[in-house]
Each structure stands twice: as C-alpha cells, then as structure tokens.
C-alpha cells in the first residue's frame, strides 16, 4: 500500500503540474489533441494546428487509450488517467521488487529484504524522461511499466533454468491473466513504442527452443509486424516517413552512433540527462558499467543459463537499435535498466556485504534528483521554455478570438486552448470559424516570424503583452502592396 499511495502521489502531482503555469505536456499535447479529435470527430490528425495537418507519427497506441478515456470520463480523464499510470508503475514496481529479491536468492541464503528490493526497483525506473514522459500523457505511461512488470515476472520464473525444456515449463506456470497480458503487450507494443522490435525479435529467436511454444514464439511476432505494417500502409505520417528514409539510408554508422549505444549502459544513473552522451566522463563511466554488465551476466549465467541469456540478447538488440536510430533521445535508454541492474546486483557476493553496497544506488537516487532540480531550474529551460509558457499564459488573457500564430503551437493549443493557425490567415479563419478580417496574433520572438510560413507578406506591429526574455504576443498586419 505504501508504494501505491507515493506512486500515486509522484504521478497525481507530475498531471496536476500540467494545469498549473508551471509546465505543459509538450509532445504529450500532439496527443491529448489527436485523442479529442477521434473522439469528436473520428478523424485521425494532428489536432494542435488549423487546417488539421496530417498525423506525425504511427505510435499512436495511447491516442487511442486517451480516446477510451475520455468517452467514459468526459472532461475527467485526467483523473482517470492518473488512477491508470498511477497503478501499472506501482504494479510493476512490486513486480521487479519480488524479481531481484528471488534472484538474490537463488546466490544468498539470506535474501533482499523488501525495503532493498524496492530501493532497487526504484533504481529500474529512477529516470527523468520516464517520470516525465508518463506524466505528459505519453505512450511511455502505458507501455513501460506494462514492459518492465511482464519482464520482471518471466525473469523471475526463468530463475534457476538453463534448458529450453525447463524454460517452456517455467512459462507454462504462469497465471492466464499475465499470460494474456503478454501475449496482448507483444501484439500491440509497435503502436506504442517503435524500440518493441527489439523485444519481438528476442520472443521470435527464442521461439524454437520452447517446445510447446514454439508457434507462439514465432506466429506473435510475426502477427505484430504484420499488423503494423497493415497500419503503416493505412494511416499517413510524412514525418515517420521521413525517419524511415533516414534510417534507410544511413550509409555508414558513425563512432558517435557508437557511443550513443555504449551510453545505454548508463541508463540507470540517468547521467545523459545531465551531460552529453559522447561526453568522456559518459564514456568512461558506461565502459565500466558495459565490464560490469558482462561480469554480472557471466556470473548469472552459471545458475540461470535461460534468464542470462536472454537479457544478453536483449541489451545486443537494444544496442543495435540506439546505433540505428538518427537522433539521441535519452527515454531509449530506459528500457535496459531492468536486465542491467540485474545483472549488476548479482555481482554482490553476500549479504552484508550487499546491504552496504545498497548505500550507492540511495546515494545515486539523491543526486540524481538534486542534479534533475539543479537542470529543471536552470540552462534552456530557465531561458527559453519557461519564457515561452509565460508568454502565452499571458496572451491568453489578452487575445480573445483572434488568429493564433505561434513558434510553439503545441502551447497555443495547450495553454490558450485553441489550435494554432498552420496556414495563411484567410484559411485559418475558415478553419477556425471565425469571420474573415479577424485580428492574427503571434505569440513568440520578434526573429521568429520569418519561419511562420502561414504569415508571408506579413509584419509585426505592436507587441500586445510585455517581452518575457523577449517572447511576446504581437498584432501582425499584411504588407501594403
């Protein structure tokens, strides 16, 4: 119950930060708007601008959870949202707790207490972009901790295996209801996650080894990609398309494609978040952590051939994943927390020698929160983001009806309450409803104006609120010709 009611708390106070001037959503807006236009109209498009643009991406699995939620709660749903996140990360939480507390147990008579088991637990999912992005209304909020809780339970059956024999008796013990869920997370995971790939083709290669499973093993993975690509082909997303070519097209992987995968293995320190990944104490930092990781894994491999094996294989898939990718984003990461501390935490020889080695991930915990504050208050966010909010909480004040052009219309959308105008002013005011000759505002830098494509052959004339580090709303007007 305790770990319910503070996982309760962090989520309920991360939402309720959203409607507070605070902070938004940010991508977490694209979302909230695409799941109120499949609500009210069936349509699925970028709702944040006017005209509707098309979707930007095809992991779209919680717009659709949204969509749920605000057909059975209204207005509600954050509420109700809140009650959802709120017990999938707490379930999984207890989950991974019962885990590494058995596998201790399988090198220690005198296991884990629950406390450590939980302290490592918190370690697993200790990660800014985890807290955030499920608090953001993201597909993180569903997917990982669904991942990390299914993961957790068939790691712990696989303790002690080391034949396919035994693994397929192992999983056949498992209750119908996780069975299911597994078997439904496996087939829905690309709609909320792209990095899922990683996870069906460890289930596709271990298929032939698990007996009566074997089909499953295969036909799963198999039924999953074959239903996304049935969605790709239906849904448009030039953006994803434009990833997809990216990646296609890559010629070569880079040293810096490297380190950005070697930086994985710093996942559970959170130290990308407060410096950059190919930075060398990055570097220096995820080399030991990588040694570490392949010790770990030998040692476990010795009384859990199946379970080392298959988290082995798991991190390699990840890492040729991070590699692929043509950006950084840390969230990536996250995902090999779980079979990284595993392997890590089975390198303590005893008992008490543990207990005292638990003092370094509660010291990890702390600084990781006090450099998370120390960057949350200072740096970009201090003098863009913050600014950028306070511009447009002001101009809601001000504006009204007006035509609402911005350099973040996800903000507009958010925080006016409006789509922004993606368009020349005579569309938008169709698009909006509003009668033509209404007054258009843009809400951003002076400099910024030049990328608004919707106001060619305008110009900015008076600043209606005051600059906040020179963000402001302003009155446009068309060139006399």
């Known amino acids: 119950m305790a770990v319910t009611a503070i996982v309760l708390i962090v989520v309920a106070a991360g939402v309720a930060a959203n409607f507070s001037p605070l902070r938004t ?43 749920v939620m605000m057909g059975i709660a209204g207005a509600a749903w954050p509420v109700l949202y809140v009650l959802a996140v709120a017990m999938l990360w707490a379930t999984a939480i207890i989950v991974m707790a019962r885990f590494y507390r058995e596998l201790r147990r399988g090198a220690d008579p005198d296991p884990w207490t629950r406390r450590e088991a939980w302290l490592l637990a918190g370690l697993t999912c200790l990660h800014y972009d985890l807290w955030n992005d499920s608090t953001s209304f993201m597909n993180e909020g569903i997917y990982v901790p669904v991942f990390f809780a299914l993961a957790a339970e068939t790691g712990r059956r696989l303790i002690g295996v080391r034949t396919g024999a035994e693994a397929t008796a192992a999983l056949g013990g498992m209750s119908r209801w996780a069975a299911m869920t597994g078997l439904v997370f496996l087939l829905a995971g690309l709609f909320f996650r792209n990095q899922h790939v990683v996870l069906l083709a460890l289930v596709a290669a271990a298929g032939p080894s698990l007996r009566n499973h074997r089909l499953l093993g295969l036909a799963a993975p198999l039924a999953a990609v074959a239903a996304f690509a049935v969605y790709v082909a239906w849904l448009p997303a030039p953006v994803t398309d434009a990833y997809l070519a990216t990646v296609t097209g890559a010629e070569s992987i880079e040293l810096a494609d490297a380190a950005y995968a070697l930086a994985m293995f710093t996942g559970p320190l959170s130290l990308t978040k407060v410096l950059p990944y190919d930075h060398p104490l990055t570097i220096v930092t995820a080399l030991v952590m990588a040694v570490a990781t392949i010790a770990g894994l030998r040692q476990m491999w010795r009384r859990h051939r199946v379970l080392s094996g298959a988290l082995a294989v798991y991190l390699a898939g990840t890492a040729v994943f991070l590699v692929m990718l043509p950006f950084t984003y840390t969230r990536y990461y996250a995902l090999a927390n779980l079979p990284l501390i595993a392997a890590w935490s089975t390198l303590l020889p005893t008992r008490a020698a543990s207990a005292r080695w638990l003092s370094v991930p509660a010291a990890i915990i702390a600084m990781v929160v006090v450099l998370y504050v120390r960057s949350y208050l200072s740096g970009e966010k201090r003098e863009q983001a913050y600014p950028q909010l306070v511009a447009h909480q002001r101009a809601a004040l001000l504006i009204g009806d007006a035509l609402v052009y911005s350099s973040q219309p996800r903000m507009v959308f958010w925080v006016l309450g409006v789509p922004a105008c993606g368009g020349p002013p005579d569309a938008c005011a169709v698009a909006r409803g509003v009668e033509a000759g209404t007054p258009a505002v843009f809400i951003g830098r002076e400099d910024e104006i030049e990328g608004q494509h919707g106001l060619r052959g305008h110009v900015l004339t008076r600043a209606l609120t005051e600059p906040s580090a020179g963000y402001a709303a302003w009155l446009v007007a068309r060139v006399p010709q």
């Open 25 to 67: 959503p940010n991508d977490g807006v694209y979302y909230v708007a695409a799941a109120q236009a499949l609500v009210e109209t069936g349509a699925h498009v970028d709702a944040t601008v006017v005209p509707h643009g098309l979707p930007i991406t095809r992991q779209n699995g919680i717009v659709y959870v949204l969509a």
